[in-house]
């Protein structure tokens, strides 16, 4: 009997289709995908520099994206930007998100975001798990990752002091 190549490519994927069916879910609550398209928070290191570059402040925020899908290019705009924060005991740098809890306000929406970044999570891996943040609103959890410091923004603004550019870092992502 002579069996036509199309015949028997039909039998090739059948182990494709059992294999797929095995896998257990194996992902804990520290480790659950995220799924696409939802709403995502970035806790981010920034630079506040004046329009004409010449100087720059260091400051921290929390950049809502209602999509995550809308964050990737390096430019985009988030949904809503937290208020800037600075860690006054270490002269006005960035916060430390690692440690210790902070509380980011949102002026927009009168939201506040609960940080709870392990204190070793900054030597971890690219993608690894590093804490946990709740939007205290509605008590709304998201696990949080570690980023790689891209860039995420550069936003154009004014101020009473004028034009300025805020410059973000990605430093954890929460979903």
Known sequence: MKLSALYLSTFAFIPSFISA???????????????????????????????????????????????????????????????????????????????QQQNIYFPDSGTTVQTHIASDAQSRDFTAYAGWAQRTSDGKVFNCYKDNDRVLTNLWGENSEGGYVLECHARYWCV
């Open 21 to 99: 069916a095995t896998i257990p879910n194996l992902a804990s609550h520290k480790e659950a995908l995220a799924k696409r398209g939802g709403e995502v928070n970035y806790l981010s290191n920034c630079r506040h520099w004046k329009a004409d570059l010449s100087s720059f402040y260091t400051v921290s925020h929390i950049l809502w994206y209602s999509n995550v899908d809308n964050s990737q290019s390096g430019h985009d705009a988030p949904n809503s930007l937290s208020n800037e924060y600075r860690d006054w005991a270490a002269g006005g740098d960035y916060l430390h998100w690692e440690e």
